[in-house]
């Protein structure tokens, strides 16, 4: 998807903001920045309980206080296949007893995850390989400790 030039204005104490945050991270431009943070800000209007934490796993959602969006899910989609036969609402139930979390909390998650679901499949995903490769170097070197 390509991108739309657009005339912003911004407050001089808010532009030496961007400027700032902008030379402390080599690669972005405000460009990208503006768009990101525009972008964050509106996901979090349509989505109250979401914010934007950056981390070794890069930029991701998170709900206020708790763990990331992609967390919740993925012990959703656990407790779905560990009890097939159970109505949505059961699933979530078991999940949040899981997760310790308060259910609505797991509803802005979810919510989350219904606007965005490829955002959050991708870092489910991103997370199952990493664990995968931790694992496996886990594995590798209990081996070679034997």
Not at 16 to 25: D, H, M, P, Q
Not at 80 to 104: F, H, K, S, W, Y
Request: aromatic share 6%; net charge negative.
């Amino acid at each position: 998807m390509s991108s739309v030039p657009r005339a912003v204005r911004f407050e001089p104490a808010v532009l030496e903001r961007l400027r700032r945050y902008v030379r402390a991270r080599p690669g972005l431009s405000a460009s990208a920045l503006t768009s990101r943070f525009v972008d964050e800000a509106l996901r979090m209007e349509e989505h109250p309980g979401v914010l934007f934490r950056d981390g070794p796993s890069g930029r991701r959602a998170v709900l206020i206080g708790g763990p990331d969006v992609w967390e919740v899910v993925r012990v959703v989609q656990s407790a779905r296949a560990a009890e097939p036969d159970l109505d949505p609402e059961a699933v979530v139930r078991l999940a949040v007893e899981t997760m310790g979390l308060p259910p609505g909390r797991a509803r802005v998650a979810l919510d989350y995850w219904a606007a965005y679901p490829e955002e959050i499949e991708q870092q489910i995903r991103d997370a199952d390989e990493a664990e995968r490769v931790a694992e496996e170097l886990w594995q590798r070197e209990r081996r070679l400790l034997s």
